[in-house]
């Protein structure tokens, strides 16, 4: 069923301009709408690559996968020591691991609300997410940081 959405989304006549289109996340991300506003869109992903980094992010929206199994490795982090305004030296713990199969929805939470991997067991994997655009500063600090 995935691999006949990703058919008929790539068939469409018209695609809006493309939110980030030298992204390296996906490969390659496929801008699929953008509000009229700027303010969130949706985006294909294509994985190639079998993972991702362990990363946070800069917005808010979630994912659902129309072909592939994946698998998300969810961690917290503890911060211990300020670098600079945004970095922070700490401890990385592994907290949950879950298998993701086409259709489930993961909410995608603002910075430390959500770090966690991906790894894309099936190739090509594909991604459906719902996002903000970043419209919140890039910098802060960890909630439980005082």
Partial sequence: MGGRI???????PDFPGQFRPHSTF????VTLYLSSRNNFCLELYI????????HQHFFEGAFTLLQGKSVETRFQFSPTQPLKTDSWLGELKPQEINLIQPG???KIGFMDELIHRVLHISR??????????????????????E
Avoid: F
Wanted: net charge negative.
């Fill in 104 to 106: 489930e929805v993961r």
């Fill in 26 to 29: 996906g490969s390659p991300p």
């Fill in 6 to 12: 990703v058919k008929e989304l790539l068939e469409l």
């Fill in 47 to 54: 994985w190639q690559d079998s993972h991702t980094s362990i």
């Fill in 124 to 145: 090509p994997s594909v991604s459906l997410i719902l996002r903000t655009i970043e419209d919140r500063p890039k910098t802060g600090t960890y909630r439980d940081w």
